[in-house]
Each structure stands twice: as structure tokens, then as C-alpha cells.
């Protein structure tokens, strides 16, 4: 039998690398326990009512992952249903938030109980667009100009340089037979930061059209001015001659537009004196309403006056979409 002998230096050597090779191994047996300890969910951690205690980021986004599966919900339109005239509610959705979760339970401190964090997304329709709007928001200071636009243009220049001066912005509702006829000046509307509203694709009675000629009025007005300006215009409805009905709302709802009325008409139309039209609006108006105007001259001539009164009223005289938003 051959005896080795290790010098001195070789045993350190055989010893330590020994040493090393046993707390390798001990590391890679007991790997989990620490990674646990190091980087799992504290002690008594509880999501939902379940324990979670030591579960790491990736196996805890698995769970919430799992349980997301059953609780997600995609919103649900509201919905009209011509034949009956009922309207179905609109319903919101439901998502998991299953990174923020995962971060709040890997942050909580031992014994916590927590729930899924869950937000509701809203449905694209919901059951405002099947009611009539005639007020904005009456806790804003804003007033709409709805300015309906189905003929003429004589006017408009001086309408547009007044607003201009007074830094003001108004809704246009415009017609597409008047779109087609002038459509530069449909353009210099959108350029001078005017917001731009559905008005139909010609001026016809709603209440005498079926609901497929609903639709084409007002889906192909909405591509005629959008080829016009290049610029989609306000999901809003203003129907000729103010005619509504649950079907006229319904089908524009179901197009995604609200139905716009207003709070104050100045019969403008009738050609009033300036300050008889004046004196109707600004005997009327409040916070939040939606003014009722035509590019007619009476309008023309009161316009400067009335924008100067409505500011010492400290109403703020803008568009449609601004005082339903705000």
C-alpha cells in the first residue's frame, strides 16, 4: 500500500477547498429558505384572506394572475333598443391590477391583510348619451355659444373677427349641404380653434325619418367635414330644427353622440332687435347653459355686447364640450 504524504501548504489548500465545496452545497440545498426569507412575502401576510407569508414576486403574480382570470370584466355599453324605446344601463368593467398588488403585498409588513387592487374602466357609451343635454355643469362658470349653422355665410366674417377680438371660442353645428358649399370657411373655423358639431348631413325633420336615415345624416356629415377640415369633429349632435325624440337620442347614441339642445334660444332667427335678443339671454342664462345663436345679423350685431355682459355676470362664454366636461 502507498502512504501519501500532503505538505503542510497542500493540506491548507485541500481543506479550505473542501470547506468551500461543502458550504456550496449547503447554499444550493437550503437556496429557497433564503431566497424566501431575503425576498418573499413577511410573515402572516394575507391577500384576499389566503397566506402568502414567503411567496416570491414571480409565484405571487401567478396567483393574483389566476384570480384576475375570474374577476376581470370589460365594461358594457348602454344600449338602445328601437323597437321598445328601453334603454339598457351601462355597466362597468372590472381589472386586476396585478403589478401594483404584487408590489403592495411584497411592501406590507408581517400580519397584513390585504385585498386585489381592482379599478373600473368605463364603457365608451354610457347612459347619458340617450338623454337630451340642455345644461352643462352648473357648478362652472363657463356658458356655451351653440351656434347652428344650416345657411348663409353673409355674417359669419364679422362673427368670427368678433370672437376673435374677444377671445372666444363657440360650437359650430354645421349642415353638410352648407359644409359643401363653403368649405373654406368651414376650414377658417377650425383653424381659428372653433369647436365643430354635428348638425346633420342636410336639414331635414328628424321626427319624420326612420333610424336608418338617422344614421346616414349623421355618419356621413361627420365624413364629409372630417374630408373637409382633416379633423374628426365633437361627438355631439345638434338635430335640425331641435326635433328629438327617444329615437332620434337613441340612434345618435348609439353613434356615440349626445344629443344637444340649449338652456337659453335667443330666436335669433326671427331677426329681433339686438337688444331685445340681449335682453332674453342674459335675463336667462346661468351657469353651465348652452346659448342658442344662428350666424344671423341681430347676432352679429349683439354678439360683442353679449360675450362683455356674460363676463360681468362672471360667466365665461365658450364651447359646448367645455361646459359639459368641466
Known sequence: MRIIFFNQKKLRLVLFTTIILVMTIGVLINRGPILRRAYGVKSG?????????????????????????KI??????????????????????????????????????????????????????TDAYFKPVYHGNAETSSVALAINVAWGEEHLPEILKVLTEEKTKATFFLVGSWVKAFPELTKELVANGHELGNHGLYHGHPLQMKREELKRIITENESL?????????????????????????????????????????????KNPAPEILLNRVLSKIEA?????????????????????????KGLEPGTVSKVLKQ
Open 72 to 125: 376581470n370584466r370589460a365594461p358594457i355599453n348602454a344600449a338602445y333598443f328601437p323597437e321598445t324605446g328601453e334603454i339598457i344601463p351601462a355597466q362597468p368593467g372590472r381589472n386586476v391590477n396585478v403589478a401594483e398588488t404584487v408590489y403592495q403585498v411584497c411592501l406590507a409588513p408581517p400580519g397584513s391583510e390585504l385585498k386585489l387592487l381592482i379599478a373600473e374602466t368605463s364603457p365608451q357609451i
Open 288 to 312: 353651465g347653459g348652452i346659448i342658442l345663436l344662428h350666424p344671423t345679423a341681430p347676432t352679429k350685431t349683439a354678439l360683442r355686447e353679449l360675450i362683455r355682459s356674460l363676463r360681468k
Open 45 to 69: 401576510v394575507k391577500l384576499e384572506g389566503r397566506l402568502v407569508q414567503g411567496m416570491l414576486p414571480k409565484e405571487l403574480t401567478e396567483l393574483i394572475r389566476t384570480w384576475a382570470v
Open 225 to 269: 367635414i372630417q374630408s373637409v377640415t382633416g379633423k374628426k369633429m365633437a361627438n355631439i349632435f345638434a338635430p335640425p330644427y331641435g326635433e328629438i325624440s327617444p329615437l332620434v337620442v337613441g340612434t345618435a347614441g348609439e353613434l356615440v353622440y349626445q344629443t344637444i339642445m340649449w338652456s337659453v334660444d335667443s330666436v335669433d332667427w
